[in-house]
């Protein structure tokens, strides 16, 4: 049974892995939007650097790819056989696999390791875990958007806020509850952290102009 956590976690992790911007990149623009502008293979750079086309593609792949990971399990019709242990194995379950999804698409193995920073990605882990919630964050996400228009900064509020708003909705009972929903905002953050330094300095460019370094 332990083997079959090892198999969604492992297939999770692959899920994330696969570089949609790259291939978008590559495949239609013959270059890798990891050489542009913020270096990341995300669908923010990939808006900026090849427009609202294939943004919305890397988008929508990469919220994609949150949803399945999560919920493989439920693909496949195994969730009840799965093992039982110390804690409640099974409440934990999607929370490990959103973040061997999220890991994936940060450090992607078939992408030398080279990724993006996995909003898009966590967007579709919220809309698998609780839509309720995901449209909530999604909510905080545009309105900062409409006030600042930073990127960054509407996606580490958003993710913060998703630790409390999931908690309304799925009361934390136990010490994994809070380790692994904390991950997420964990992982944003440390993804983000660059851009964290530049908010800091008053040098986040805000969504719509082109990003220079």
């Given at each position: 049974?332990?083997?079959?956590?090892?198999?969604?976690?492992?297939?999770?992790?692959?899920?994330?892995?696969?570089?949609?911007?790259?291939?978008?990149?590559?495949?239609?623009?013959?270059?890798?939007?990891?050489?542009?502008?913020?270096?990341?293979?995300?669908?923010?750079?990939?808006?900026?650097?090849?427009?609202?086309?294939?943004?919305?593609?890397?988008?929508?792949?990469?919220?994609?790819?949150?949803?399945?990971?999560?919920?493989?399990?439920?693909?496949?019709?195994?969730?009840?056989?799965?093992?039982?242990?110390?804690?409640?194995?099974?409440?934990?379950?999607?929370?490990?696999?959103?973040?061997?999804?999220?890991?994936?698409?940060?450090?992607?193995?078939?992408?030398?390791?080279?990724?993006?920073?996995?909003?898009a990605t966590l967007l579709g882990v919220m809309?698998?875990?609780?839509?309720?919630?995901?449209?909530?964050?999604?909510?905080?996400?545009?309105?900062?958007?409409?006030?600042?228009?930073?990127?960054?900064?509407?996606?580490?509020?958003?993710?913060?806020?998703?630790?409390?708003?999931?908690?309304?909705?799925?009361?934390?009972?136990?010490?994994?509850?809070?380790?692994?929903?904390?991950?997420?905002?964990?992982?944003?953050?440390?993804?983000?952290?660059?851009?964290?330094?530049?908010?800091?300095?008053?040098?986040?460019?805000?969504?719509?102009?082109?990003?220079?370094?």
């Open positions: 049974m332990i083997n079959q956590f090892y198999f969604y976690f492992i297939s999770a992790y692959l899920i994330g892995s696969i570089p949609t911007a790259v291939i978008i990149s590559k495949l239609f623009f013959k270059s890798d939007v990891r050489n542009f502008g913020s270096g990341n293979s995300g669908a923010t750079n990939t808006f900026r650097t090849y427009g609202k086309k294939a943004g919305i593609i890397v988008l929508m792949i990469d919220i994609l790819k949150g949803v399945v990971a999560v919920k493989l399990p439920v693909i496949v019709n195994s969730f009840h056989t799965l093992p039982e242990w110390t804690f409640s194995f099974t409440q934990y379950y999607p929370l490990m696999l959103a973040l061997a999804v999220a890991i994936g698409h940060i450090y992607p193995i078939f992408a030398g390791f080279r990724g993006g920073k996995a909003v809309l698998a875990l609780d839509y309720r919630v995901a449209l909530i964050c999604l909510a905080i996400f545009i309105v900062e958007m409409l006030l600042l228009r930073i990127v960054s900064l509407g996606s580490i509020i958003s993710s913060i806020a998703f630790v409390f708003i999931f908690a309304l909705f799925h009361p934390l009972q136990l010490w994994g509850d809070y380790v692994l929903t904390a991950g997420i905002p964990l992982l944003l953050i440390f993804t983000h952290r660059t851009n964290i330094k530049r908010l800091m300095a008053g040098e986040e460019p805000k969504f719509g102009k082109k990003k220079t370094s």
